[in-house]
């Protein structure tokens, strides 16, 4: 049997975090979970967390409760899209799995100093993991890569440059992004690919069983016929499922802008030696002009074969029922 990568996850559930964690606890050695304040505020994300792992019988899996806002700047969730309480409609009753008494950033110096061997994953603000390395520097040569769902090497989702992930704490995503761990960077330019439809949630509802319906009501939440919804998270994870989802990543030296009046929260992707002559196909196609550049600091992630995707989500998610 193939071995499982093991992982180590930071996220702020939020509805595709949710399918993440699925696909996750299905496919990778999931060694823990800490939770930010993003989608919703850091009580709910962390219930909801608890909530899924439950639902999916794997509470074996530690979860801790990381920071409620960001390091300089209050909280901006995104319910609007999450809901109020981060899982869309779904009813919420309490779980009886509760987070540990450590935080967040603890066990993540804890974990990273002993072992060389788990990737770090991160689908929220990046505050967590930022505050770890300012509270342990060591970790900058101890975290062997992190996968990231966040920012975009074209346009934002938040703002017409900046994607949620990355505005909602912008000088957390710096410390990361300047802290020369491997980042590969599943962002918007990415997930954008991935279009979950009404059929998408029918497929969803006819697999009867709680965890199919739990996905169903989730995907209906932010699928309908004038929306689609593109599950960022789970498409970021998959990356590290099937690497073959990702036909083509690039390395880049990306800045985090923490400044600019329209810019703030942008990942600033210095791709030029990827344009192409040809604007339809422009990046990633044939390497132009030669320029000098900073560290290749970012993987990015540039295509997507979304029905290699759809099959594995379907797939795994169909399996909790078997
Ligand atoms: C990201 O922001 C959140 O709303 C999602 O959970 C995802 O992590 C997409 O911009
Ligand atoms: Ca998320």
């Not at 996850?9 to 930010?36: N, R, Y």
């Not at 020369?180 to 962002?187: E, F, H, L, R, Y």
């Not at 965890?211 to 599950?231: K, P, T, W």
Request: glycine residues 6%.
């Amino acid at each position: 049997m193939k071995k499982r990568n093991k992982v180590f996850m930071d996220c702020d559930p939020g509805i595709d975090d949710c399918f993440a964690l699925l696909l996750a606890m299905k496919h990778l050695e999931v060694v823990g979970i800490s939770t930010v304040g993003g989608n919703t505020g850091l009580f709910n994300t962390t219930r909801n967390a608890c909530y899924v792992v439950e639902l999916a019988k794997r509470t074996d899996i530690p979860i801790y409760a990381g920071y409620d806002k960001p390091m300089f700047t209050k909280l901006e969730t995104a319910e609007e899209v999450h809901g109020i309480s981060g899982l869309g409609a779904v009813e919420i009753r309490e779980p009886n799995k509760k987070p540990e008494k450590e935080h967040a950033i603890d066990v993540i110096i804890d974990t990273f100093m002993k072992q060389d061997d788990i990737l770090l994953v991160t689908l929220g603000p990046l505050t967590n993991v930022a505050q770890a390395i300012l509270k342990e520097p060591r970790l900058k040569k101890r975290i062997p890569q992190i996968l990231c769902m966040g920012g975009s090497v074209t346009a934002g989702n938040y703002s017409p440059c900046a994607e949620f992930n990355i505005y909602a704490d912008p000088e957390a995503a710096k410390i990361v992004f300047d802290s020369g761990i491997v980042i590969k960077m599943a962002g918007l330019n990415f997930t954008r690919q991935n279009s979950m439809i009404p059929k998408d949630v029918t497929i969803l509802k006819n697999m009867n069983h709680d965890i199919a319906q739990f996905a169903a009501q989730l995907l209906s939440f932010s699928v309908n016929s004038d929306r689609q919804s593109e599950l960022c998270d789970a498409c970021a994870i998959s990356w590290l499922i099937d690497p073959n989802i990702v036909p083509c990543s690039l390395p880049m030296h990306v800045d985090i802008e923490t400044k600019g009046e329209f810019t703030r929260g942008m990942t600033v992707c210095d791709y030029r030696e990827y344009i192409g002559t040809d604007p339809k196909m422009d990046i990633g196609r044939s390497v132009f002009y030669p320029v000098s550049q900073g560290v290749r600091n970012v993987v990015a992630a540039m295509e997507f074969d979304q029905d290699r995707f759809k099959k594995l989500l379907f797939d795994t998610i169909k399996s909790y029922g078997e």
